[in-house]
């Protein structure tokens, strides 16, 4: 499914996103094959937790709109860490919407709407331990 928009549209980016827990799935590195490009990384990311509430028109309420929901964000850095296997509590750095587009079936009067979204970095949780595993390393 696609993220519901809706908290993105009442709230900004920015605010819905920091009422949200996001964890990294997957770091992808995509390197630049012209001169016009930059190396960056795509990052599978899922919402581990979702404190945003919808209020419809007839005043009923939707909590955690988008519980559950992944979504790629690009990376606009150079380099990463290693990522082996999830990591909860990351938080987007300068996140912003690249384009909004909607997407329909054929003969569909419905149409799906999503977004593209690129930031800065991703800062990753403080460990303590020296044993780091599933954390990724730098």
């Known amino acids: 499914m696609a993220l519901n928009m809706a908290p993105f549209a009442n709230n900004g980016l920015k605010a819905t996103l920091s009422n949200m827990e996001l964890a990294v799935l997957k770091l992808r590195k995509v390197v630049a094959t012209t001169a016009?490009?930059?190396?960056?990384?795509?990052?599978?990311?899922?919402?581990?937790?979702?404190?945003?509430?919808?209020?419809?028109s007839n005043g009923d309420?939707?909590?955690d709109p988008n519980?559950?929901?992944?979504?790629?964000?690009?990376?606009?850095?150079?380099?990463?860490?290693?990522?082996?296997?999830?990591?909860?509590?990351?938080?987007?750095?300068?996140?912003v919407i690249h384009t909004i587009y909607a997407t329909s079936s054929e003969n569909s009067i419905f149409a799906t709407i999503n977004c593209s979204i690129i930031a800065q970095e991703i800062e990753f949780p403080q460990t303590t331990s020296s044993n780091n595993k599933g954390q990724g390393s730098r």
């Open 61 to 63: 309420q939707t909590l």
């Open 36 to 56: 016009a490009e930059s190396n960056h990384y795509n990052a599978t990311i899922a919402v581990i937790a979702d404190h945003n509430v919808i209020t419809k």
């Open 67 to 95: 519980l559950g929901e992944t979504f790629v964000v690009r990376i606009n850095k150079e380099n990463l860490p290693d990522v082996h296997g999830i990591i909860p509590n990351i938080r987007l750095v300068n996140p």
